[in-house]
């Protein structure tokens, strides 16, 4: 089992930045993505970005969606089983829960899916609310 806790929301004005963090315990394992996405109320959940996890060749590859594309940035830090997303030039249409998750795969394989129900262990979510 692994665990996932996402820290680092918050009320931030429009244009302001925050940076969420996605520690994991328990089983963790060498062969994952982990992404982060996002669902404001009565919409449903967004892919915002991913990254491999591995420590090898295909460790650190990225994807983002493009509405975050140049003001998101995804980044792991693999001694400490976290992930960060850092959000600059927040907009009003950021604001949500934003989630982490990780994708399990296999030796070998770099998968970075957009897709929510590929992902297998899910965190309880933060909320990020911008002020315009």
């Known amino acids: 089992q692994v665990q996932l806790v996402e820290s680092g929301g918050g009320l931030v004005q429009a244009g302001g930045s925050l940076r969420l963090s996605c520690a994991a315990s328990g089983r963790t394992f060498s062969y994952c993505a982990v992404g982060w996405f996002r669902q404001a109320p009565g919409k449903e959940r967004q892919f915002v970005a991913t990254?491999?996890?591995?420590?090898?060749?295909?460790?650190?590859?990225?994807r983002y969606a493009d509405s975050v594309k140049g003001r998101f940035t995804i980044s792991r830090n693999v001694a400490q089983n976290t992930v960060y997303l850092q959000m600059n030039n927040l907009k009003s249409e950021d604001t949500a829960v934003y989630y982490c998750?990780?994708?399990?795969?296999?030796?070998?394989?770099?998968?970075?899916?957009?897709?929510?129900?590929?992902?297998?262990?899910w965190g309880q979510g933060t909320q990020v609310t911008v002020s315009s």
């Open positions: 998750a990780t994708d399990l795969q296999s030796p070998g394989l770099v998968r970075l899916t957009i897709v929510p129900e590929e992902y297998d262990y």
């Open positions: 990254i491999s996890w591995s420590t090898g060749w295909s460790g650190g590859r990225t």
